[in-house]
T-cell receptor
Framework: DSGVTQTPKHLITATGQRVTLRCSPRSGDLSVYWYQQSLDQGLQFLIQYYNGEERAKGNILERFSAQQFPDLHSELNLSSLELGDSALYFC???????????????FGQGTRLTVV | QQQVKQSPQSLIVQKGGISIINCAYENTAFDYFPWYQQFPGKGPALLIAIRPDVSEKKEGRFTISFNKSAKQFSLHIMDSQPGDSATYFCAARPTYSGAGSYQLTFGKGTKLSVIP
């Protein structure tokens, strides 16, 4: 168990709908990262939050957004869903790093999203 | 543009054999190269990692070989066991860019099957 909790584990929804995925990081971790895993694209970095603020953006669509709350949990919101959004969505967390450090990112078990 | 290329896509190895997975990168700003192991239904978990100032790192049966000039690195699994059957991802992280930053670029993964 990595200590990162993601809910729900599975989600089935229709095209055009909006869903929210939730992530609780490991205790003490300030950074939360969201990744999308699909068969053809592999693991793609979407967005990172650090202590409530957006820190880095990757290949995140405009239909997707995220936030990190004061208690450090994070939510990924996916709207106007399309069939191609079906994928595994992973959240990872890591501790604060000062200077150069090999800070390991711990991944949750993911949310499998199926858009029908 | 895929920044980390991983091969092979799948690999079948006899129990006791050596499994070799290769990765190549393009971005010279990458300075940390972890390998992740993922079992079905689970999130990726850090297996072993290397910095570019060393050419090899060994942990138990797992060894990373790193060739900085060729921009290539590989994972060797010695005495492969059926329990090693999983998907393996190489990854790379750019130069440290701020507190909590751990933005990983992943290869597309190698599905390893170790047969008895």
């Amino acid at each position: 168990d990595s200590g990162v909790t993601q809910t729900p584990k599975h989600l089935i929804t229709a095209t055009g709908q909006r869903v929210t995925l939730r992530c609780s990081p490991r205790s003490g971790d300030l950074s939360v990262y969201w990744y999308q895993q699909s068969l053809d694209q592999g693991l793609q970095f979407l967005i990172q939050y650090y202590n409530g603020e957006e820190r880095a953006k990757g290949n995140i669509l405009e239909r997707f957004s995220a936030q990190q709350f004061p208690d450090l949990h994070s939510e990924l919101n996916l709207s106007s869903l399309e069939l191609g959004d079906s994928a595994l969505y992973f959240c990872a967390s890591s501790v604060e790093a000062t200077g150069w450090m090999n800070t390991e990112a711990f991944f949750g078990q993911g949310t499998r999203l199926t858009v029908v | 543009q895929q920044q980390v290329k991983q091969s092979p896509q799948s690999l079948i190895v006899q129990k006791g054999g050596i499994s070799i997975i290769n990765c190549a990168y393009e971005n010279t700003a990458f300075d940390y190269f972890p390998w992740y192991q993922q079992f079905p239904g689970k999130g990726p978990a850090l297996l072993i990692a290397i910095r570019p100032d060393v050419s090899e790192k060994k942990e138990g049966r797992f060894t990373i070989s790193f060739n900085k000039s060729a921009k290539q690195f590989s994972l060797h699994i010695m005495d492969s066991q059926p329990g090693d059957s999983a998907t393996y991802f190489c990854a790379a992280r750019p130069t440290y860019s701020g507190a909590g930053s751990y933005q990983l670029t992943f290869g597309k993964g190698t599905k390893l099957s170790v047969i008895p």
